[in-house]
Every structure is written in C-alpha cells, then in structure tokens.
C-alpha cells in the first residue's frame, strides 16, 4: 500500500524550483523586450513613411518650380522676352505707342422709351408674375 504523507521539499527540489522561477522570469524580461522593440520598429516605420511621402510631395513641388524658372531664364534669354518683362513691369512702351482707354457711354436707353399705357400699368399690376 501507498504512503500518503505530506511530503516535504527538499534543498534538491527547492533548487529547482529556483531555477524554474529564474527562467520563467527571464523568459517574462526577454517577451517584454521583444514586444517593445517590435512596437518602436513599428512606430519608427510609421514616421519614416510618413516622411517619405512629404519629401515626395516637396520634390515634386522644387521640380515645378524648377521648371517654372528654367522658363523664364529662357525666355529671358531672348530679345522678345527681356521687352515683354518690361512692359509688364514698367510699363514702358515703344515711341509712338499709346494707351487706348475704352469708356463706355453713359446714357441710358430707359430715357428714350415710351411711357406705358394705362392698360399696359392695370395688366402689370393684376398679373404679377
């Protein structure tokens, strides 16, 4: 028949028990670590995307600009250009040249009309649509 009495630990098994609670504990420090390092590669994959996209967008907005000042160095580069930059700027015209300044006239056709006849003013004013 079996023995059923409580059995005491021993330093052999208290050893162990030791062992076991320093590996599970180092195995709980190295799962901490891991899933914190994984959260920050993460977190610093999010912002280096993030600008990537915004020195896309900067790029292509210097090529734009880029393209918009070789332009103008081109068609500063020319006789034709240099002559159209000044007038706009300066308003410089060639001899013999003049504004022309268009006004309207100020009379108004509403003066000359025939006033209207009483029937015309009764029809008006009972059918207001």
């Known amino acids: 028949m079996r023995d059923f009495k409580k059995r005491r630990m021993q330093k052999k098994d208290t050893g162990r028990f030791a062992l076991r609670l320093v590996g599970v504990a180092l195995l709980a420090v190295v799962t901490f670590t891991a899933a914190h390092s994984a959260w920050d590669m993460y ?10 996209e915004e020195t896309q967008r900067q790029l292509a907005l210097l090529t734009a600009q880029a393209n ?8 500063l580069s020319s006789g034709r250009g240099v002559e159209e ?4 700027r300066f308003g410089v015209a060639r001899p013999g040249e ?7 006239n100020t009379t108004t056709a509403s003066s000359t009309a025939p006033e209207p006849s009483w029937w015309q003013r009764l029809y008006h004013t009972l ?3």
């Open 43 to 52: 977190g610093k994959l999010v912002r280096a995307t993030q600008q990537q």
């Open 98 to 104: 003049g504004e022309i300044t268009i006004v309207e």
């Open 68 to 75: 918009q000042v070789q332009a103008s160095v081109a068609a």
């Open 85 to 88: 930059q000044m007038r706009e």
């Open 127 to 129: 059918f207001v649509w």
